[in-house]
């Protein structure tokens, strides 16, 4: 512990508020509050901890709090702090999953669609559906018994769906308000439970079609109503009310905690939520957090009542959510919230070993390389690797491993400029030169370690270009492949020598997948490079070819072959100009190219 943090914790306030941990950037890696700032940050550098609580607060070389009047505002203010600085120890409470909706759109002559998108608008929605597939299924029975408009745009004449009985067409024919109101409200009422009502009437009809021998009628009838049985009663009820509820389960071990969340809708049990998450603050305060921020962060709809376990603080929940907490002392939702516990409990038993494999793979492996290299634990790599052929569309690339994991936001690519020619050595200068030139511009975080694809001599550019023109003392190591282009060894120091690493280790095996991900990354792109290269290179300078007419022959003709053989009427048709198109011909048979390579029709 460091005399700055030694002396801001004597001087913690016993009152409610938030608390900002800060590694040796400056950089914001957990955010946590409490109801007394105190005791719950001193808590973590005093006694004992699990093992990633210990790499936290050996993260940890400062720290800020603020005070606020109650533990509701703290909770609160918790969350937009989150949402605000995205701190990697809190990262794994998010969850960015949506629901579908079906909607009956607010236009003049509506529309029943579905959707992720809630919105303040003149629509209906419904739902949430446990999955895509469950509304879209839901959507094609209501398009079978309410026919209001399909087409995303009015055509100028009636469609199949019109002739399908399945749409009323308002585009040729006359549709009131009227109409359209009561098969809204038609909808309505079937998607808030009435659907045993149609059922009921549509049995009543196929009845009737039955004995006037109307059997085509009938069947039809039929038809429907098994569909209605098989969509809207296929899931369990579980409460007699209509009430829309959220049920909330936790359980908790080793410093992880699952939660799970059923979802209630009109009676039904219609899908459940999973999350697991390591915790580093008391177990009730992270649920507490953890509901506050799936509702207030994520997107996911307020229902009537949440129901959460004893011991959960359902006032400072109630002001931070706005909608009705209840602990449920008895009868069903009692039961149901066990049986949340109870699923919690079970996820999290099932999941210990696959969490224990990911650290074993991850963040284990980055601090056993970090004593290997005698260095600080990396938790940030940036990794570089070249592309050419013979020269040709010089390329490099950079890939960011975070505690272990690819952090693919962090990727960046980049053309060489100022190379000519196959020069291994002098691209890498020009790409480190260019990355570490911008990170000291923009004051961008320095990685913990650099890694170079190559030998010796990558090595030694890169070092020379960190050290002697930029000043910047980082970690550099080189990664050497065999003969079958495999990673055989791990370089570093000065001279660089290679680091004994077990070859069936974790942290070998972390150093194989930067290597791999670092090269395919930089051959992706130039073949990407390559590829829109040898599309545009005999149609870019031909006078009067920009990039619609380019687009528009390559899509006609597929091949500058075919261009080539074309007539000048063949290419006016296309409304390119004559003289152009004359142009075009003398161009491109004039340039002596391989008149068996094909050019792929440029993308949209």
Known sequence: MNSTIKEKLAVLPDQPGCYLMKDKHGTIIYVGKSKVLKNRVRSYFTGAHDGKTQRLVREIVNFEYIVTTSEIEALILEMNLIKKYDPKYNVLLKDDKTYPYLKVTGERHPRLIVTRNVKKDKGKYFGPYPNVIAARETKKLLDRLYPLRKCNTMPDRVCLYYHMHQCLGPCEYKVTKQTNDEIVQQITSFLNGGHKEIKKDLKQKMLDASEELDFERAKELRDQIEHIESVMEQQKMTMNDQVDRDIFGYSYDKGWMCVQVFFIRQGKLIERDVSLFPFFDDPEETFLSYIARFYLHQNHPYPKQVLVPVATNVDVLEGAIDTKVMIPMRGRKKELVELAMKNAKISLEEKFALIERDEERTIKAVESLGEKLHIETPHRIEAFDNSNIQGADPVSAMVVFTDGRADKKEYRKYKVRDVKGPDDYETMREVIRRRYQRVLKEDLPLPDLIVVD??????????????????????????????????????????????????????????????????????????????KGAIQSELDNIPGVGQKRRRLLLRHFKSVTEIKEADIQSITKLGIPEPVANTILIHLNDNQEDPDEQEEPAEE
Do not use: W
Not at 464 to 490: F, M, Q, R, W, Y
Not at 507 to 530: K, P
């Open 454 to 531: 190559g030998g010796k001599g990558q090595m030694s550019a890169a070092l020379d270009v960190l050290e002697n023109e930029l000043g910047i003392d980082v970690p550099l190591c080189g990664l050497a492949k065999d003969d079958k282009h495999k990673t055989s060894e791990l370089l570093y120091g000065d001279p660089p020598s290679p680091i004994d690493l077990d070859r069936k280790s974790q942290e070998f095996y972390l150093v194989q997948r930067i290597q791999d991900e670092v090269h395919r990354f930089a051959i992706s792109f130039h073949r990407q490079l390559r590829g």
